[in-house]
T-cell receptor, first 112, second 112 residues
Framework: DAGITQSPRHKVTETGTPVTLRCHQT?????MYWYRQDPGHGLRLIHY???????DKGEVSDGYSVSRSKTEDFLLTLESATSSQTSVYFC???????????FGPGTRLTVL | GDSVTQMEGPVTLSEEAFLTINCTYT??????LFWYVQYPGEGLQLLLK?????DKGSNKGFEATYRKETTSFHLEKGSVQVSDSAVYFC???????????FGTGTKLQVIP
């Protein structure tokens, strides 16, 4: 199994509070991604990174920011959480162009 | 834009039945195609892939053939088992951006 961990695995928070989710990899893969998974929508890309300090927006990036200061860590921040951001968040990594992605175990976030 | 369409679920089959999950895609170019599987409470795992037309991906008894003429990548298995119960996602990747477009997923339930 690819070495990808996500923390926390579960979090309950209140509307308006900041939240940071962490993805950590031990594979030294260049590309890292954050997705959210919601019923009826499959997986939707929030942000991705193609190198240290190199990030770009996905299709549902509003309300989210990311940072990547080291190859192994990719952080997703919700500056002011809203109930619409209740979801399961997955981190993924990949090594080369058009190759498969390896997924972390997910973080279940509930915003009350 | 690029898109993936999967058959609606859930699909319920008896053990040893034949499985087909339909997947069609729209892409401006020549994508790589993937099937991922998600078991309850876990992240997605790559099941199989094909990178060019007429390629057949196979793994664990599952197969899918990249059909450029019908823009399809249907997943098949000759004899399903209870342990195959999961959600299956069709996906494509195109270009040099490493972004993957996922279908909405098809839930498969296999009953003894």
């Amino acid at each position: 199994d690819a070495g990808i961990t996500q923390s926390p695995r579960h979090k309950v928070t209140e509307t308006g509070t900041p939240v940071t989710l962490r993805c950590h990899q031990t594979e030294n893969h260049r590309y890292m991604y954050w997705y959210r998974q919601d019923p009826g929508h499959g997986l939707r890309l929030i942000h991705y990174s193609y190198g240290v300090k190199d990030t770009d927006k996905g299709e549902v990036s509003d309300g989210y920011s990311v940072s990547r200061s080291k190859t192994e860590d990719f952080l997703l921040t919700l500056e002011s959480a809203t109930s619409s951001q209740t979801s399961v968040y997955f981190c993924a990594i990949s090594e080369i162009a058009q190759s498969e992605q390896f997924f972390g175990p997910g973080t279940r976030l509930t915003v009350l | 834009g690029d898109s993936v369409t999967q058959m609606e679920g859930p699909v319920t089959l008896s053990e040893e039945a034949f499985l087909t999950i339909n997947c069609t895609y729209t892409a401006t170019g020549y994508p790589s195609l993937f099937w991922y599987v998600q078991y309850p409470g876990e992240g997605l795992q790559l099941l199989l892939k094909a990178t060019k037309a007429d390629d057949k991906g196979s793994n664990k008894g599952f197969e899918a053939t990249y059909r450029k003429e019908t823009t399809s990548f249907h997943l098949e298995k000759g004899s399903v088992q209870v342990s195959d119960s999961a959600v299956y996602f069709c996906a494509l990747s195109i270009g040099g951006y490493q972004k993957v477009t996922f279908g909405t997923g098809t839930k498969l339930q296999v009953i003894p």
